[in-house]
């Protein structure tokens, strides 16, 4: 390849999708999506998180992607979303599993560290969670679908702030 090419594709190259992208930036609100969807992922990310916004609160909407890596790591989970203020976990994207019994996302919200805030809910009710709460620094964890909100979450984000301004 030659310069000209080596210019062209410096120019026209955005970065990674979904891993520590930012949707929103800026005074009131911060939105970040992350594909991070294991352990050692998800504790850089938050710690990176963490430490770019040390005063402010900081919510994860996680979820988890496959019943084999929840029941395999669920301490590990709950350990590295426990540097956050606030986890909301949703119900486990199976990709190509079945179910396995015993195992949800119940599993982390039990070994999460006390003082957490922590919840769990359905998939379909994180647009209307995001409608009633006003979030500081939100991020979008996972591989799964949950992904597909965010265009949607970063909407009614932006739509208060504009009402605000």
């Not at 996680?62 to 949703?90: G, K, M, N």
């Amino acid at each position: 390849c030659n310069a000209e090419e080596l210019k062209y594709g410096m120019k026209t190259y955005h970065g990674v999708d979904r891993r520590f992208d930012f949707k929103i930036k800026n005074d009131r609100h911060v939105l970040l999506s992350d594909y991070a969807h294991h352990p050692k992922e998800i504790y850089q990310s938050a710690k990176s998180i963490r430490q770019l916004y040390k005063n402010r609160k900081i919510t994860a909407i996680f979820q988890p992607h496959l019943y084999t890596r929840t029941r395999d790591f669920y301490r590990d989970f709950a350990d590295a979303l426990s540097q956050l203020d606030e986890v909301i976990l949703t119900e486990i994207y199976p990709a190509r599993e079945q179910p396995i019994e015993g195992v949800t996302s119940q599993l982390i919200y039990d070994n999460l560290k006390p003082g957490v805030e922590k919840s769990i809910i359905n998939k379909d009710s994180v647009l209307d969670l995001v409608k009633s709460r006003d979030f500081d620094v939100l991020v979008i964890l996972g591989a799964g679908d949950l992904d597909n909100y965010v265009p949607q979450i970063a909407k009614i984000i932006e739509a208060r702030d504009a009402a605000k301004a």
